[in-house]
């Protein structure tokens, strides 16, 4: 007797403490038991006695990878009331294209009751997907196609696309005459003189800072390239493809001064020992052959006076 009471007191407390878990049923319900192919059906899945139900979720990938359904759409979970019985609800819309006779499977649905995670599944719910019946006594042969009598109104697109072209070759023609027959003002513009280009080129160098990076070769060629360019075009020597002493020999016989020949030679000279001896002069020898060369452009410049009313004929 006594042992008989041991069994009845460990059986009830066994029921008291899955109690909570036993009282949460899931199940599965479709709001038809067949679809035409193609056609969508709503299935919902339920878990009952949700008054402490939390977190639901539910493992899709079975019904992912059946090839006989497809998932159209899904919902999140809702709790809702029925009956004054709480459920959570999920509904899912799926189709298939597949004809036949298929068992939607279980799906494995987690929640929380009571901090407790619990997992329950939904049963297997078998569906029919039909392919409609076709009646092949409604069939009927083609008929042939009936020919309207031809009027002027089936010819105004072909005149409207002809009038809209016509319009548009005489409206072209008419801006282009116009434009080719007005006449053209010629404006004359003074060629840059050859002081004005080497004095931009010598303050484009100077914003170069060549020199005060290292680049002292590259600074004295460019510089002595420039005032080889200015005696070229202001003097009329070949002074780029010339030695100092071709140069200094040609400039006799032009008007400038001693002082700037001596001055020209050395710029060329410092030039030349950097290039060929690769001697490093001091940095400020390189701003005073900038300075240098910027007054001997200043000063045997040549002004070219132009009268506005009169230009030079070409």
């Known amino acids: ?3 008989i009471f041991r069994h009845i007191v460990f059986l009830v407390v066994l029921l008291c403490i899955f109690t909570p878990v036993i ?3 899931v199940l599965a319900e479709v709001d038809s038991a067949h679809i035409m192919i193609g056609d969508h059906l709503k299935y919902t899945i339920k878990i009952k006695g949700a008054e402490k139900v939390e977190n639901p979720s539910v493992d899709l990938s079975p019904l992912d990878t059946m090839k006989a359904f497809e998932i ?3 919902q999140d ?8 019985q709480t459920y959570y609800k999920k509904e899912l819309t799926i189709t298939s294209f597949d004809s036949g006779y298929y068992y939607v499977p279980a799906l494995r649905v987690d929640f929380e009751n009571n901090n407790r995670k619990i997992s329950r599944s939904t049963q297997q719910i ?3 997907v039909i392919t409609p019946q076709i009646d092949s006594l409604s069939i009927r042969p083609i008929k042939d196609i009936i020919a309207e009598p031809i009027t002027l109104e089936d010819f105004y697109p072909y005149l409207y696309t002809f009038g809209g072209l016509l319009i548009f070759c005489l409206g072209g023609y008419f801006i282009y005459n116009r434009i080719n027959n007005k006449p053209v003002e010629e404006v004359y513009v003074a060629p840059k003189p050859a002081h004005q280009i080497a004095l931009d080129k010598l303050k484009d160098l100077q914003s170069k800072q060549l ?4 680049q002292i070769k590259e600074y004295q060629s460019e510089l002595t390239y420039i005032v080889r360019e200015y005696l070229e075009k202001r003097f009329d020597v070949q002074a780029l493809e010339s030695t100092t002493g071709e140069i200094i020999n040609d ?3 032009e008007d400038i001064t001693e002082e700037h020949k001596e001055q020209l030679a050395d710029m060329f000279r410092m030039a030349d ?3 060929f001896a690769k001697a490093t002069p001091p940095l400020d020898i390189q701003a005073q052959l900038l300075d240098k060369a910027q007054k001997f452009v200043t000063n045997t410049k040549k002004e070219i006076i132009v009268e506005p009313d009169n230009p030079p004929a070409s």
């Not at 979970?77 to 004054?84: C, G, L, Q």
């Not at 020199?211 to 290292?214: K, M, S, Y």
């Open 273 to 275: 020992m950097v290039k």
């Open 23 to 25: 009282g949460q049923q």
């Open 72 to 74: 159209v759409k899904e």
């Open 251 to 253: 400039l006799k016989q």
């Open 211 to 214: 020199w005060q990076t290292g």
């Open 126 to 128: 078998q569906l029919a």
């Open 1 to 3: 007797m006594e042992r």
């Open 77 to 84: 979970w809702r709790k809702s009331a029925i009956d004054e």
